[in-house]
């Protein structure tokens, strides 16, 4: 009795997945004092790895860790003159989440849920600026904000949490198949934030939209798992 309820409420896993991924990214950076912006796009596409370790009450638990190369930035929404700015920032990317799905494992449809920190180092940038760009037009920059424009990326090591929503499609032949959405809440600034700085934060917050295959190399050998 005691091994039957065991199998019910908590089933062992020991299973490993490697695939890739990409997407896209919309970007903004939190500024104060505030630039007003659009969304930056860019991409993003890595390795994946994915280790399932149980099933509890029909819950399937694992840790997933990527190793990502992604575009962040901002593009300043300029309504003062015919001026356009965008910075794009490259980084490279470390996430570990927390994993939780429900649903098929092997054959069939999973939703699952993401959860975790991140960090990432920043490996370059570069701008692009449109329009006249004179004494003038500079002038007119709500809040006379314009010190961004010859500040290069002063912090380049970041730190966030993110998480998100999606859908897994599995076959036990081809692999598993991931659509996904979610967010990311950058806790660290890309320039400096003292109170001497122009900037006392100036931090990512992006909306990504991923797509990822992965392939079982390791299966647990356990003919009930569906």
Not at 180 to 185: K, S
């Given at each position: 009795m005691a091994l039957s309820v065991r199998a019910q409420v908590g089933e062992y896993r020991r299973d490993l997945a490697v695939g890739i991924s990409g997407g896209y990214v919309l970007n903004k950076v939190s500024f104060n004092p505030t630039i007003n912006q659009k969304y930056h796009g860019g991409m993003t596409i890595g390795a994946t790895v994915r280790y399932t370790c149980e099933k509890y009450y029909g819950i399937i638990c694992a840790i997933q860790g990527e190793l990502n190369f992604t575009q962040f930035g901002w593009t300043e929404n300029i309504e003062t003159s015919s001026d356009t700015y965008s910075r794009t920032v490259n980084y490279l990317q470390l996430p570990v989440f927390a994993r939780i799905g429900f649903g098929r494992e092997r054959k069939g449809v999973q939703g699952y849920l993401l959860i975790g920190p991140q960090i990432a180092f920043c490996i370059g940038?570069?701008?692009k600026r449109g329009g006249e760009w004179s004494i003038e037009t500079l002038s007119k920059r709500p809040n006379h904000v314009i010190e961004q424009y010859s500040l290069p990326i002063q912090k380049k090591f970041?730190?966030?949490i993110g998480g998100g929503l999606g859908i897994e499609v599995s076959n036990p032949k081809v692999g598993h198949f991931q659509l996904?959405?979610?967010?990311?809440?950058g806790l660290s600034s890309i320039f400096n934030d003292s109170k001497a700085d122009r900037f006392t934060r100036s931090a990512n917050g992006a909306i990504i939209a991923?797509?990822?295959?992965?392939?079982?190399v390791i299966r647990t050998k356990n003919p009930k798992i569906r």
């Open positions: 940038d570069h701008d970041e730190y966030g996904e959405g979610r967010y990311y809440f991923k797509v990822t295959w992965l392939y079982d």
